[in-house]
């Protein structure tokens, strides 16, 4: 198949500054981030639930080092149904390669392996990847040991569940980011309301912002019942 090399989009505003680290081990999982040139490890493997910020470190990692002359590449398994696992080839050649999702192409037999040479590439050439999955590498059921083993050899982190104030500011990002017509009242007043977990409560400001831009209406408090009960 022809090649398709799906580059970060340097479009997508995020940075690291924007990532709104509220303990410790948030903290370290940035700080390894930014050092992970100047370590020996060549693997970083970063999990945890959705919607805790795991792509937006990775997009960050592009935009931080793309500023600083290094060739990064992007690929969301998300969306692995799109392409087959060739498009792997020619990864080895950027210096920083971040796959979101891995753990979507496990027990995937052509996907595992593509992934094996892809790390065994990269660390011939001294060149850097980091992974986020869902979940921990010891839950996973990986069919070929020898891409668990590469993977295992990983600097490893769990991403920790955002607090009530994180919560707020990650919300009241969203809405700047997306630009977004919602007073950002509604922010600190959907937390005491609704689903507390961050991943409703971001597809709860994705329906109030699309109704408002669509209507043209700036939503608030007081007039939050024509999107939402």
């Given at each position: 198949?022809?090649?398709?090399?799906?580059?970060?989009?340097?479009?997508?505003?995020?940075?690291?500054?924007?990532?709104?680290?509220?303990?410790?081990?948030?903290?370290?999982?940035?700080?390894?981030?930014?050092?992970?040139?100047?370590?020996?490890?060549?693997?970083?493997?970063?999990?945890?639930?959705?919607?805790?910020?795991?792509?937006?470190?990775?997009?960050?990692?592009?935009?931080?080092?793309?500023?600083?002359?290094?060739?990064?590449?992007?690929?969301?398994?998300?969306?692995?149904?799109?392409?087959?696992?060739?498009?792997?080839?020619?990864?080895?050649?950027?210096?920083?390669?971040?796959?979101?999702?891995?753990?979507?192409?496990?027990?995937?037999?052509d996907?595992?392996?593509?992934?094996?040479?892809?790390?065994?590439?990269?660390?011939?050439?001294?060149?850097?990847?980091?992974?986020?999955?869902?979940?921990?590498?010891?839950?996973?059921?990986?069919?070929l040991?020898?891409?668990?083993?590469?993977l295992?050899?990983?600097?490893?982190?769990?991403?920790?569940?955002?607090?009530?104030?994180?919560?707020?500011?990650?919300?009241?990002?969203?809405?700047?980011?997306?630009?977004?017509?919602?007073?950002?009242?509604?922010?600190?007043?959907?937390?005491?309301?609704?689903?507390?977990?961050?991943?409703?409560?971001?597809?709860?400001?994705?329906?109030?912002?699309?109704?408002?831009?669509?209507?043209?209406?700036?939503?608030?408090?007081?007039?939050?019942?024509?999107?939402?009960?």
């Open positions: 198949m022809n090649q398709l090399i799906l580059p970060y989009q340097k479009n997508i505003k995020k940075k690291f500054d924007s990532f709104f680290c509220d303990n410790e081990k948030n903290d370290q999982i940035v700080e390894n981030i930014k050092n992970i040139f100047d370590n020996q490890n060549n693997q970083i493997y970063i999990w945890g639930d959705k919607s805790f910020g795991k792509s937006h470190l990775l997009y960050a990692a592009c935009n931080y080092f793309g500023e600083k002359n290094k060739k990064c590449v992007y690929l969301p398994l998300s969306e692995n149904k799109k392409f087959e696992p060739d498009i792997l080839d020619g990864f080895d050649n950027y210096d920083l390669v971040c796959i979101d999702n891995i753990d979507l192409i496990f027990q995937k037999e996907w595992e392996y593509s992934f094996f040479v892809l790390i065994n590439k990269t660390l011939d050439k001294s060149k850097k990847i980091i992974f986020t999955s869902s979940s921990s590498l010891a839950l996973n059921n990986i069919n040991k020898d891409f668990h083993s590469r295992s050899s990983s600097l490893i982190f769990m991403i920790n569940s955002p607090n009530d104030t994180t919560k707020e500011n990650i919300l009241k990002r969203v809405i700047l980011e997306k630009e977004y017509n919602i007073n950002v009242d509604i922010c600190e007043y959907l937390l005491k309301r609704k689903d507390r977990d961050i991943d409703s409560l971001l597809k709860i400001i994705d329906k109030i912002g699309n109704y408002s831009l669509s209507t043209n209406k700036k939503i608030g408090k007081n007039n939050l019942g024509l999107v939402i009960n």
